[in-house]
Nanobody, 124 residues
Framework: QVQLVESGGGLAQPGGSLRLTCVASGITFSSYAMGWARQAPGKVFEWVSGIYPDGSDTAYADSVKGRFTISRDNTNNTVYLQMNSLKPEDTALYYC?????????????????WGRGTQVTVSS
């Protein structure tokens, strides 16, 4: 059974940082690209970032480029999202996802397993 469990969300001030963690089980973690996406109230579901199976390359949405960093630890089946310079518009429920490809695709339909999400709120 595939499980993706996110943690690390919370309340941050504008300009602050948070690090999200996603632990995967039930999959050959090192064989697949992984990604993060988010859902803000009243907004469309948005892909945020993706990483190749071996971590050799990454991809980001323009809205987070230069502020967020995705990384992974294949030894511990974990993917991270370091979020710096947070803005109120980053407030959302953040989801970890497994791609069925080896590419960090920005297309939501190319991810087949999802976690339950962790809430990030950016407010002063």
């Amino acid at each position: 059974q595939v499980q993706l469990v996110e943690s690390g969300g919370g309340l941050a001030q504008p300009g602050g940082s948070l690090r999200l963690t996603c632990v995967a089980s039930g999959i050959t973690f090192s064989s697949y690209a992984m990604g993060w996406a988010r859902q803000a109230p009243g907004k469309v579901f948005e892909w945020v970032s993706g990483i190749y199976p071996d971590g050799s390359d990454t991809a980001y949405a323009d809205s987070v480029k230069g502020r967020f960093t995705i990384s992974r630890d294949n030894t511990n089946n974990t993917v991270y999202l370091q979020m710096n310079s947070l803005k109120p518009e980053d407030t959302a429920l953040y989801y970890c996802a497994k791609s069925w490809l080896q590419l960090p695709s920005p297309l939501i339909e190319e991810y087949d397993y999802w976690g339950r999400g962790t809430q990030v709120t950016v407010s002063s």
